[in-house]
Nanobody, 117 residues
Framework: QVQLVESGGGLVQAGGSLRLSCAASGSVFSINTMGWYRRAPGKHRELVATITDGSSTNYADSVKGRFTISRDNAKNTVYLQMNSLKPEDTAVYYC???????????WGQGTQVTVSS
């Protein structure tokens, strides 16, 4: 099992920045990809960004050039630096840890990000 604890959400004005963190514990040796998804009110959960254990990254088109995902393997932590935030970025952000070996996704509890106009 893997446990994920997110932090760093909050309220920010449009154009501002926030940094999300997600710390993994438990069977962290099994983790390959880590990342962030989000769910806005009335919408389905969508990909924001992912990063593999080889540091390959993937971003949703809507956040490219504004968000940066990074990973500290020594701390078993993934980060999401969010700049130039827009009201449409308002959502609950969920951390993901994926184990390819046992084909399992682990999810954090979610952290609210609210961007005011």
């Amino acid at each position: 099992q893997v446990q994920l604890v997110e932090s760093g959400g909050g309220l920010v004005q449009a154009g501002g920045s926030l940094r999300l963190s997600c710390a993994a514990s438990g069977s962290v040796f099994s983790i390959n990809t880590m990342g962030w998804y989000r769910r806005a009110p009335g919408k389905h959960r969508e990909l924001v960004a992912t990063i593999t254990d080889g540091s390959s990254t993937n971003y949703a088109d809507s956040v490219k050039g504004r968000f940066t995902i990074s990973r500290d393997n020594a701390k078993n932590t993934v980060y999401l630096q969010m700049n130039s935030l827009k009201p449409e970025d308002t959502a609950v952000y969920y951390c993901l840890a994926r184990s390819d070996y046992i084909e399992t996704d682990y999810w954090g509890q979610g952290t609210q990000v609210t961007v005011s106009s």
